[in-house]
């Protein structure tokens, strides 16, 4: 595992032209890729703006790394590991002329993030490589031998998504600013929401992937085998159980909420706009009665910008 660097003897100061070019960079990583984010960076001030747009370019990088089906799995961690060491250097003030890595650390001096969180934030893009998993995959399914449910129980689940979502709630808050200590537990559970909603939306895409995050304790409950979610499923059976899933997201979609007004009040409407998106795009599944199968269910560019002009009119008043 990738370890801090020792302080740099002579510190490294970029100048404010690399730091303005870094930071288009990654705002250009950020509205190529970010999507439902991207909009609710839009709310912000400039500097939180940037900064956010910096972790995201961060967070893209990561998981380029750890998700290319191309390379071994040993190799993709070895290559996030050295992607590491050179952000750990960056920060301990050594040049670096990597785009991303210049913002980050400027991002990081700036609103105080800790380094733990943003080492988390990288080795959570890990736990969908095969054997980066600790606890390795819940069931190897017989019948179907390249589809793998990845956890067990909804405890299990939960991990999964405290590390792949609940580390980018508590790094995005560090940025908004927030007072109440609260505010971090309630990220935490803002960031569940967003990933069950991505796992309900996604159980197809998944699926042909060979991957099952729906829990094999809920699939049991329903009398669901993994297979059952491959091909030309049965719509029926499957809506009861991505519709308990969707009640469990909207239980933590309510932490979201308490979340808006802990955060700074310049903060406030991109948080907005970023749990109503998602909020939204749960609500579109549930409409379409639970069926992910017959096509990606998404919020039109329409229905987003249509948000986003209400964030922004918050932002006003």
């Not at 379409?288 to 006003?316: I, P």
């Amino acid at each position: 595992m990738s370890t801090a660097a020792r302080p740099a003897t002579v510190q490294f100061v970029p100048r404010a032209s690399q730091l303005a070019m870094a930071y288009s960079v990654c705002s250009g990583i950020a509205r190529t890729s970010a999507r439902n984010f991207y909009y609710a960076f839009l709310v912000l001030p400039k500097p939180k703006r940037q900064a956010l747009c910096a972790v995201y370019a961060y967070m893209r990088r990561c998981d380029d790394l750890s998700d290319d089906p191309s390379v071994p799995p040993r190799e993709r961690r070895a290559r996030l590991e050295a992607w590491l060491d050179s952000f750990h250097h960056a920060q301990a003030g050594e040049p670096t002329d990597d785009a991303i890595l210049l913002a980050l650390t400027d991002a990081q001096r700036r609103y105080q993030i800790p380094s733990e969180l943003l080492d988390q934030l990288a080795f959570g893009t890990l736990m969908d490589v095969p054997d980066a998993r600790p606890e390795g995959p819940a069931e190897a399914v017989g019948e179907t031998p390249h589809l793998t449910v990845q956890y067990r129980s909804f405890k299990d689940l939960y991990l999964y998504c405290y590390h792949v979502a609940s580390v980018v709630g508590l790094v995005c808050i560090k940025i908004f600013g927030y007072r109440d200590a609260n505010a971090e537990h309630l990220a935490e559970r803002c960031g569940i929401a967003f990933q069950l909603t991505n796992i309900i939306r996604d159980v197809k895409e998944d699926a042909a992937m060979g991957r099952v995050y729906l829990p094999l304790e809920d699939l049991q409950r329903f009398d669901l085998s993994p297979g059952d979610l491959q091909g030309a499923p049965d719509r029926a059976r499957i809506r009861s159980l991505l519709s308990m899933e969707a009640e469990r997201a909207r239980e933590f979609y309510g932490s979201g909420h308490e979340l808006i007004p802990l955060v700074s009040e310049d903060s406030q409407p991109a948080l907005w706009v970023l749990v109503t998106i998602y909020q939204r795009l749960l609500e579109k599944i549930g409409q379409r009665q639970y069926d992910v199968f017959a096509e990606r269910v998404r919020l039109s560019t329409f229905e987003k910008l249509s948000v986003l002009g209400k964030g922004f009119l918050k932002r006003l008043t």
